[in-house]
């Protein structure tokens, strides 16, 4: 199967909706790849995500994930022969689940979406997000109800992960750790992720392909390889688009970032005693 994801004319509008969310989208996800995909609130980052997962039936346009129709229910939600899944969404809705705001512990949760089954992989994951299977999560922070969301989401493993601004509100040591997990995932096992976020920080030589969408029309795509330059010599915060039609790339200049210093410090934090006369 030569593609994680291919979508061809995919124009979908919602019923209530005079306009289209999506025009005419084509786009093509290889095996082993991270897709960034950036656009403005109201884009439609989260109506293909959510096509491609299923979650929303699409009429018009051809839309493959491992080489099935997600919203097939022969193809997609079931576990393949080798105990992986097509497509895990992970939205930000999650967090209003009422479950999760129950007086419930975390290892009860964990156990009901399989960890004793994938309990090598869960216990990666705990440590990555740094969850303690003791906590009660009427008791959590939206950080760790979000962590705790990312452990069980992440458990089972999948072909395409579509994660929907789900590290919005992790700390930067959790979510620094997550990527990296998220791009060894990608070297090590026939999988793909797309991932639609605000948040750019730590995320530069993540991507391998970065797609910009504007008003539901795919405008850019960039092989960050082959079309993202960073010159040293360019100003700050400089950024110089060349046209579409010459030859896709763009030079940036290196960007002034606190990302670096908020990482060293929150890692730190991890073997520090708070207390008085602690720094
Ligand atoms: N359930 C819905 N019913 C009707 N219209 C919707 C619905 N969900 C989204 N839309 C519309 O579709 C368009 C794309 O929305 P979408 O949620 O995909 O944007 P987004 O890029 O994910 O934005 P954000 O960055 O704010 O999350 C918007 O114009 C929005 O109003």
């Known amino acids: 199967m030569s593609f994680a994801a291919e979508i061809k004319k995919l124009t979908y509008k919602f019923p209530q909706c005079d306009e289209p969310s999506l025009w005419n989208i084509n786009l093509e996800l290889g095996w082993n790849t991270r897709t960034l995909i950036v656009g403005s609130n109201g884009a439609g980052k989260s109506t293909l995500l959510k096509l491609l997962s299923g979650k929303n039936l699409c009429l018009t346009?051809?839309?493959r994930?491992?080489?099935l129709d997600p919203f097939s229910p022969?193809?997609?939600h079931q576990n393949e022969a080798d105990d992986c899944q097509i497509t895990t969404y992970l939205g930000t809705e999650w967090c209003h689940m009422t479950i999760i705001?129950?007086?419930i512990g975390v290892q009860e949760l964990l156990d009901s979406v399989g960890f004793q089954h994938h309990r090598a992989r869960g216990?990666?994951?705990?440590?990555i997000l740094d969850v303690d299977v003791r906590w009660r999560m009427h008791r959590l922070s939206d950080g760790q109800k979000r962590r705790v969301q990312l452990t069980m989401g992440l458990l089972k493993p999948w072909r395409l992960l579509l994660l929907d601004e789900v590290t919005v509100d992790l700390d930067v040591v959790a979510r620094s750790?997550?990527?990296t997990f998220l791009h060894q995932?990608?070297?090590e096992r026939r999988c793909s992720i797309l991932y639609a976020t605000h948040i750019f920080d730590g995320l530069a030589e993540w991507p391998d392909t970065v797609i910009?969408?504007?008003k539901g029309r795919i405008v850019r795509q960039l092989s960050y390889a082959n079309d993202v330059k960073f010159d040293p010599a360019a100003p700050v915060q400089s950024v110089s688009l060349s046209p579409p039609s010459s030859d896709n790339s763009v030079t940036l200049g290196y960007a002034k970032s606190l990302h670096p210093l908020a990482v060293a410090w929150l890692t730190n934090d991890e073997f520090k005693t708070c207390g008085p006369g602690s720094n």
């Open 61 to 63: 346009g051809h839309i």
């Open 65 to 67: 994930v491992n080489g």
């Open 74 to 76: 022969h193809s997609m």
């Open 101 to 103: 705001n129950r007086d």
């Open 123 to 127: 216990e990666i994951l705990i440590d």
């Open 177 to 179: 750790r997550l990527l």
């Open 185 to 187: 995932e990608t070297c």
């Open 212 to 214: 910009h969408l504007c």
